[in-house]
C-alpha cells in the first residue's frame, strides 16, 4: 500500500440526528462529491445522506478499512456521541475541505 496517501473514514447524515452512512475513501472531496450528486445508486442516494458530518484522517489503507468495519459495529449512540464530540450541530463539513 502507498503509505504516503491519505485515507478518510467518514460519516454522513441526511439531518441532524438522522440516518448515518460509514465509508472509507482516499479522496475525500470527490467521494463526498459523488454522494451529494447521487451519482451513484445505492443506501446513500436513496435516504439523501448528502452532509458529512463527521471524518477522520488516516495514514494507512489498512488502518481505515480496519476502522471503518470498527465504527459500523458501533451502537447507534456511540456513533452519534462521536459526532457530537466535533461537530455537536451536524453541520456540513464538505464546504471546509475547501478551506
Given at each position: 500500500?502507498?503509505?504516503?496517501?491519505?485515507?478518510?473514514?467518514?460519516?454522513?447524515?441526511?439531518?441532524?440526528?438522522?440516518?448515518?452512512?460509514?465509508?472509507?475513501?482516499?479522496?475525500?472531496?470527490?467521494?463526498?462529491y459523488?454522494?451529494?450528486?447521487?451519482?451513484?445508486?445505492?443506501?446513500?442516494?436513496?435516504?439523501?445522506?448528502?452532509?458529512?458530518?463527521?471524518?477522520?484522517?488516516?495514514?494507512?489503507?489498512?488502518?481505515?478499512?480496519?476502522?471503518?468495519?470498527?465504527?459500523?459495529?458501533?451502537?447507534?449512540?456511540?456513533?452519534?456521541?462521536l459526532?457530537?464530540?466535533?461537530?455537536?450541530?451536524?453541520?456540513?463539513?464538505?464546504?471546509?475541505?475547501?478551506t
Amino acid at each position: 500500500m502507498d503509505s504516503e496517501k491519505d485515507f478518510y473514514v467518514y460519516m454522513l447524515a441526511n439531518k441532524m440526528g438522522g440516518t448515518i452512512y460509514i465509508g472509507v475513501t482516499s479522496d475525500l472531496v470527490g467521494r463526498t462529491y459523488i454522494h451529494r450528486e447521487n451519482l451513484v445508486p445505492g443506501f446513500t442516494s436513496k435516504y439523501g445522506l448528502h452532509r458529512l458530518v463527521w471524518f477522520e484522517q488516516q495514514g494507512d489503507a489498512e488502518y481505515a478499512i480496519l476502522r471503518e468495519k470498527q465504527l459500523k459495529k458501533w451502537n447507534r449512540a456511540w456513533k452519534i456521541r462521536l459526532i457530537e464530540e466535533k461537530n455537536p450541530a451536524w453541520v456540513d463539513l464538505y464546504p471546509t475541505l475547501f478551506t
